[in-house]
Each structure stands twice: as structure tokens, then as C-alpha cells.
């Protein structure tokens, strides 16, 4: 009986030790993984009525000049696409992750939610994203931005979690936003990403 005692308690010692093994790879896999925001589109809706042409004639017969192209703003559309790349030598489950943007340091409402998927070693997922914000979940000075043209400061705070394990990510970006009669005006632009 002792021999059988022995050959367990070996047994379960060398499961115990390729189940840490393993969970420090998996916990060093995922401190690796990047999560970016990239091919970004941002470009103001407009809206093309009564009332706004009202506000518009009111605006330059006051020469509030941002306040009359604003009157005309609906929203803005931000397109872009998040690039989840797994660096290490591990396939990686990537689980359902939420995503905010913020817009010059304001939530917009709409959180965007993607399902949960597996990534292969060196393996990268590109996501297309679509936020569309109203003109009253856009902070004053990004209107002023939209109707001057400049850049506008956008955030994306990524955030997972796989049971203990906890991703939480930030992207910066600050496109340029053009005045462009004909068609939405385009950045793209690198985006930089840090740890949350």
C-alpha cells in the first residue's frame, strides 16, 4: 500500500507542476498580446432641414460662424478597425471583449462588443468597427473641430477577462478632420497602445 501511496503522490506532483507550468505560459502569453486601433475614418453626418437652416442663417447673422456649420452636424462616424496580434508561441482564446470610445475625453454611449475567438501563435484579428455618435454626445470643442477642420483626441479602452486573468487596454489617437465638401475626410494614422 505504501508503494501505490508513493506512486500517487508522484503523480499528482508532476500534474501539479505541468498545471503551473502551463498557467505561466498562458499568463505570459497574454501580457503579450496587443490590441490597437487602426485605418480609422472620422467624419461628421450632416442633416439638412428646416430647423438647421434656421440655425445656420441665425448663426452668421450673429457671425457665430462654428455655431451655423454646427446647426448642420448630426453626428459624427468614427470607422476604423481593432488589430488583435498574438506575438507568442502559444494559440491564445481570445474571450468576448468590450470596447468604449471616448472623444475628447467623453464616453460616448455606444460600447462596442465582440464574441470570443482563438488566435493562433503570430496570428492576427482584424475587427472592423463602427461607432456613430449623435451631435449630443460630442463634447463643444470637438464640434468646433468638425466645422473648423483639425485634429480630434479619441480614446478606445479595450477590456477582457478570462476567469482571474483581467486585459485592459488604451488607445490613443488624434486624426485629422478635414472640411471636405465632396467626400467624408480620411486619416489614418498610427494608433499607440499601453497598458490600461
Known amino acids: 500500500m505504501n508503494e501505490l501511496a508513493f506512486w500517487l503522490t508522484v503523480a499528482f506532483g508532476v500534474v501539479a507542476v505541468l498545471a503551473a507550468v502551463i498557467t505561466v505560459i498562458g499568463i505570459l502569453a497574454y501580457k503579450k498580446l496587443t ?6 475614418r472620422v467624419y461628421p453626418e450632416f442633416k439638412v432641414n428646416r430647423n ?3 440655425g445656420a442663417l441665425v448663426g452668421v447673422v450673429t457671425r ?3 455655431s451655423a456649420a454646427a446647426g448642420f452636424i448630426k453626428g459624427v462616424k468614427v470607422e476604423g478597425k481593432i488589430n488583435v496580434f498574438n506575438p507568442g508561441n502559444v494559440p491564445l482564446y481570445i474571450p468576448a ?3 468604449e470610445v471616448l472623444i475628447e475625453g467623453r ?3 455606444q460600447v462596442i462588443r465582440l464574441g470570443a ?3 493562433k501563435p503570430g496570428g492576427t484579428r482584424v475587427l ?3 461607432v456613430n455618435l449623435s451631435k449630443e454626445h460630442i463634447p463643444q470643442v470637438a464640434l468646433k473641430v468638425l466645422t473648423r477642420g483639425g485634429k480630434v483626441n479619441i480614446e478606445i479602452r479595450s477590456r477582457a477577462t478570462l476567469g ?4 485592459k487596454r488604451t488607445t490613443r489617437i488624434s486624426p485629422g478632420v478635414s472640411r471636405s465638401n465632396s467626400r467624408p475626410p480620411r486619416a489614418r494614422l498610427p494608433a499607440t497602445t499601453r497598458p490600461a
Not at 164 to 167: D, G, V
Open 107 to 109: 464616453p460616448s454611449p
Open 52 to 54: 438647421s437652416l434656421l
Open 97 to 99: 471583449s468590450e470596447h
Open 35 to 40: 490590441i490597437s486601433f487602426t485605418s480609422l
Open 117 to 119: 475567438f482563438w488566435l
Open 164 to 167: 482571474p486573468l483581467s486585459y
Open 128 to 130: 472592423p468597427v463602427c
Open 64 to 66: 457665430n460662424f462654428v
